[in-house]
């Protein structure tokens, strides 16, 4: 089947115009292209990841403030929406992208394992999303949205830490669009399916073959690309999704579906 490199939308290229976002998770796959579709349509935008190479994203996208931190430090959530409102006047968008995986049978899953996963999929996007709410409470309103995964409805072997933290994930969300809504806040969490992406390199030796593996097992007959997830990631912030709140939004090809 042919794939998509960027698909069409029809969103207004200045729809985000005024309004200032931060995006964790920014130097690579999904959060770059979300930065790419964000930048496009107007947004301010700081972008965070603990990689240096997110620095070049200034040189990408001119006007964009990079910014080196780790998600799971408070120091870093903190430093990341005072960027933000100090540099563009306010926070209106959150787009918690930032994310580790791991792959193995519970019976091999150390204590240290789940904590890193859960460090940085559920600690992490916990406080950059406390510290984004205080300012868009300030602010009187905002939209915040996280890249979860199809693993926090169906269970996959190997996936006990990853799965857990994805479902801590979309639990938060939840609370937050609960929270959120007498604010003006609302809070979704797109649950992707696989991804061609190098997260999976550090992980498997054979993260290209298993990626394919799973172009059979949903009805697309493939695996989304980056900005097919940045697309949704984007809907889900924009004006276009504004009586969409607390939801679990699937994007993985129909595998959920099955």
């Known amino acids: 089947m042919t794939t998509p490199t960027h698909p069409t939308h029809p969103a207004d290229s200045w729809e985000f115009t005024g309004r200032t976002a931060l ?45 080196v931190g780790d998600i799971t430090e408070e120091a870093t959530a903190h430093r990341a929406v005072r960027a933000a409102v100090d540099a563009f006047g306010g926070l209106d968008i959150l787009v918690n992208n930032a994310g580790r995986t791991l792959n193995k049978p519970i019976t091999e899953t150390t204590a240290e394992d789940w904590d890193a996963v859960m460090a940085v999929n559920a600690r992490g996007s916990f406080l950059v ?69 190098d997260f999976l390199d550090t992980f498997r030796p054979d993260s290209r073959a298993y990626l394919a593996s799973f172009a ?9 690309q980056p900005e097919e997830i940045a697309e949704v990631l984007c809907f889900l912030i924009s004006p276009r999704s504004s009586f969409i709140t607390g939801a679990v939004v699937a994007a993985d090809g129909g595998f959920t579906a099955i």
Do not use: W
Not at 32 to 60: F, N, Y
Not at 164 to 190: D, F, H, Y
Not at 216 to 224: E, I, S, T, W
């Open 129 to 197: 999303s406390r510290e984004a709410f205080r300012a868009m409470r300030e602010g009187g309103g905002g939209a915040i949205v996280s890249t979860g995964s199809y693993t926090c409805t169906v269970a996959l072997p190997q996936g006990a830490a990853y799965s857990a933290s994805k479902g801590a994930l979309a639990q938060l969300t939840k609370v937050l669009a609960v929270e959120g809504g007498p604010l003006g806040i609302r809070a979704n969490i797109v649950a992707a399916g696989v991804i061609e992406t």
């Open 23 to 67: 995006v964790t998770g920014a130097a690579r796959g999904v959060g770059k292209e979300t930065v790419r579709l964000l930048h496009s349509r107007g947004a301010r935008i700081v972008a965070v990841d603990q990689r240096h190479e997110v620095r070049e994203l200034a040189e990408d996208f001119p006007g964009v403030h990079p910014l």
């Open 216 to 224: 059979d097992a949903q009805p697309l007959g493939r695996v989304a």
